[in-house]
């Protein structure tokens, strides 16, 4: 952010941001394109720009590239009507970017894969009104992080539980995707989450269950929670179906469209997409400071709320069972009340949350999940202490597999390589080749539910979900079919001195596949012994 205001600033003095040696600028107003509005102005560089204020509007770009490789692209946009989200696709692969900031500025999209030769880059609107007035290209990649993720999830404290499943996500990121589906409506599967409507899409179009499953704490709080009783049923129903997952060996995962908890409305929405939008602000849970009002009625609901929905995980804690936990996602589109009142206070109702369950309430079996709305969301991060896992939400055309691998590096850098990087909703499922081809290894993906008209799993074929859900590198919850009682002990881990794996053996020097339940481990060369 503060590299985009920078330029912002240089621009606004008149100013224009000079090329590096060997980047190539190619202007708007040059490319081919549909249904965009030229416009003439001495801000832009050459002089114009194209506007896109309708949906079907189109910009193409054609770059010819010396050699294969990776290359960064920048854009020069106008985001006179405030800030906007765009969509990029490079030769097919696609990403997307916001307008951080009104007016004329410069952003880092990330690094594309090119070939030699002629490549397209097409810019769409996702959400309309604002100006593209160029494309900068650069040889290479801007980013040298290096992935240095702990081996223990943040909470000190983690159940056995938790540790189990956050070792699992470790040991397979980078080697391993595993496979995820999102839960809608929650009538028709009586506690066996193999005949959810939703689980059954992606068997009946793969053959094989998804490892992952997506539940939603949408109804457990809010102006109707208490008195309507479909909302407690929906919401009893998915914690039924996380112990029944668990206990195949899968794993839960849990997101919370957390509904007003001034209680003003019923909605979690904060813009037109519903008749009564929710006004409230996270500052108006403070005081003028910026610290927490803890003496305020608002305060007050949204930790009644928290502590609601902790008692869910505690009741999962008692009987030995983790999950995933992702709040407060998507907070810098705007549409959701948490995200309609800047980085700073989100960051604190985030960090309120997190210290709130662990810390009051004692919540030790959660791997927790921040989701940016975008890669550029710098500002918006809680903090390494408060999460262990980095998500982006990429919802690309039907049929399209690409592997977003723009946006995983995006996340890399963003995270400063410290975090398992994952895509926690999707449409289309990402192409398990690509994934390894490009060197994107999500750690799960998620389509969107197919109930409820969703439809979310056709968005990839038949022959796609076979083919990937078949592959030795996508987990599905037949592979998982041993339980988590099988898992190799965090202990083990803890003995590691680097990132080498190692082999488990008995004093008689034969080979485990799992730790005992008790047991002394001692290193001898890359052999873990149980003595």
């Known amino acids: 952010m503060k590299k985009v205001l920078f330029i912002l600033y240089l621009m606004v003095c008149g100013l224009t941001p000079t090329l590096a040696q060997g980047d190539t600028k190619l202007e708007a107003e040059d490319a081919a394109n549909e249904n965009c509005e030229l416009v003439e102005n001495d801000q832009y560089s050459g002089g114009k720009a194209l506007a896109m204020k309708e949906n079907n509007a189109k910009i193409t770009f054609t770059y010819t590239a010396a050699e294969d490789g990776k290359y960064t692209i ?5 985001g006179q009507w405030g800030e906007k989200t765009v969509n990029i696709s490079v030769n097919g692969s696609s990403s997307t970017f916001q307008t951080p900031v009104p007016g004329v500025g410069e952003i880092e999209i990330g690094a594309f894969i090119m070939s030699a030769g002629d490549n397209t880059i097409e810019i769409t609107p996702n959400w309309t009104w604002y100006l593209i007035d160029y494309i900068r290209i650069a040889s290479g990649s801007s980013s040298t992080v290096e992935f240095d993720i702990a081996h223990a999830p943040v909470d000190a404290n983690a159940s056995e539980a938790a ?4 070792t699992f996500l470790y040991d397979n990121f980078g080697k391993k995707t595993i496979s995820g589906i999102m839960t809608g409506d929650m009538t028709t599967a009586n506690g066996d989450v193999t005949q959810h409507e939703d689980v059954m899409a992606v068997y009946n179009a793969s053959g094989k269950y998804p490892a992952l499953v997506g539940f939603d704490f949408m109804n457990a709080t809010g102006k109707s929670a208490d008195n309507n009783s479909w909302y407690k049923e929906y919401t009893d129903a998915s914690v039924e179906l996380a112990k029944d997952l668990y206990k195949r060996g899968g794993i839960p995962a849990f997101s919370w469209h957390w509904r007003d908890p ?13 008749e009564n939008p929710c006004t409230l602000k996270i500052s108006d849970a403070m005081n003028a400071d910026g610290s927490w009002n803890t003496s305020s009625e608002v305060y007050q609901n949204m930790v009644k709320d928290i502590d609601f929905v902790a008692d869910y995980f505690l009741a999962l804690q008692e009987i030995g069972v983790a999950c995933i936990f992702r709040p407060l996602h998507e907070a810098s589109g705007g549409w959701f009340w948490w995200g309609t009142d800047g980085a700073e206070n989100y960051v604190k109702l985030y960090q309120l949350i997190v210290d709130e369950m662990i810390s009051v309430k ?3 079996n959660v791997i927790w999940v921040w989701n940016p709305c975008t890669t550029d969301d710098a500002d918006w991060n809680p903090g390494d202490t408060h999460y262990d896992v980095i998500a982006i939400d990429i919802y690309n055309n039907a ?4 592997s977003n691998y723009a946006a995983f590096d995006k996340l890399k850098t963003l995270s400063n390589g410290k975090k398992i990087i994952a895509l926690s909703e999707n449409g289309p499922i990402p192409d398990i080749d690509k994934e390894f081809e490009e060197d994107a290894v999500w750690s799960w993906w998620m389509p969107w539910y197919q109930s409820w008209g969703g439809n979310f799993v056709d968005k990839t074929s038949s022959e796609e979900w076979t083919k990937c859900m078949g592959d030795d590198r996508v987990i599905t919850l037949e592979d998982l079919s041993e339980g ?4 190799i002990d965090t202990a083990i881990k803890s003995l590691k001195s680097d990132n080498t794996s190692h082999e488990l053996y008995d004093l008689q020097g034969r080979r485990l596949t799992k ?4 047991g002394l481990y001692i290193q001898n060369g890359k052999k873990l012994i149980v003595k």
């Open 399 to 402: 049929l399209d597999y690409s």
């Open 515 to 518: 730790a005992p339940a008790k």
């Open 362 to 364: 004692g919540v030790h």
């Open 163 to 166: 540790k189990k499943v956050y």
């Open 74 to 78: 920048y854009v020069g946009y106008d």
């Open 262 to 274: 001034s209680r003003t409305t019923d909605e979690f929405y904060a813009n037109d997409q519903v």
């Open 484 to 487: 988590w009682g099988t898992y």
